[in-house]
């Protein structure tokens, strides 16, 4: 089995790219990569609400949900971002009660809206990490591009803005836009110029 790596919710960002779009920033617990993945609004709002401790006036889904396991005895142990095919995440929530264990499949940005809801611990596989995440060197202020095998496309659902189309900058200058993007915590625009410089390695 694949190995796990932890992650934190470090942020939520708007996505200029796609209009009523987030970009949720995930970071290795005790690690410098970050792995940006885009959410739509209703579950940004979600993961926010949560995040905030702001109780809405009627439950939504998530609550829903949260109170649907607790009513049967089940709790949620982890979420696991499990794969990536084509530019699309997929998660396992993992839910327990006394006597097993289940895995059901789920949209990340779900998954992380019910982890939040039940303080589980969210993780990813290191194939995930080791295709889609950016590595900040926090040491000496560089950014390091992680090499993968193949093209990783996290925003390929983006409609991309005007000018902002990588295929004409030199290797060189994509590493100092990415390095600019990331001290500048856009990570959705970070994603894109990732996405450039892995199809060229």
Do not use: W
């Not at 779009?21 to 209703?42: A, N, Y």
């Not at 702001?54 to 109170?67: A, C, E, Q």
């Not at 001290?183 to 994603?191: I, V």
């Amino acid at each position: 089995m694949d190995k796990t790596i932890e992650l934190e919710i470090l942020g939520l960002t708007s996505n200029n790219s796609q209009s009523g779009s987030f970009t949720l920033v995930l970071g290795e617990v005790d690690g410098r990569r970050r792995l940006p993945i885009v959410i739509g609004m209703f579950e940004a709002q979600a993961i926010a609400i949560e995040i905030e401790k702001i109780i809405p006036n009627r439950p939504m889904t998530h609550d829903l949900f949260k109170s649907f396991s607790s009513s049967f005895n089940f709790t949620i142990d982890q979420i696991l971002i499990s794969q990536m095919q084509e530019g699309v995440f997929y998660a396992k929530i993992l839910c327990k009660n006394a006597s097993k264990v289940v895995e059901i499949d789920a949209r990340p940005s779900d998954a992380i809206a019910i982890a939040v809801r039940f303080e589980a611990p969210i993780f990813s596989t290191s194939k995930v990490m080791s295709e889609a995440s950016i590595e900040v060197n926090e040491e000496d202020g560089k950014i390091t591009q992680q090499k993968t095998s193949k093209p990783s496309k996290v925003t390929s659902t983006s409609k991309s803005s005007p000018g902002d189309s990588y295929k004409d900058f030199s290797l060189e200058k994509l590493n100092q836009l990415l390095e600019k993007a990331i001290d500048s915590e856009d990570y959705e625009k970070a994603a894109r110029i990732r996405d450039e410089i892995n199809k060229r390695n």
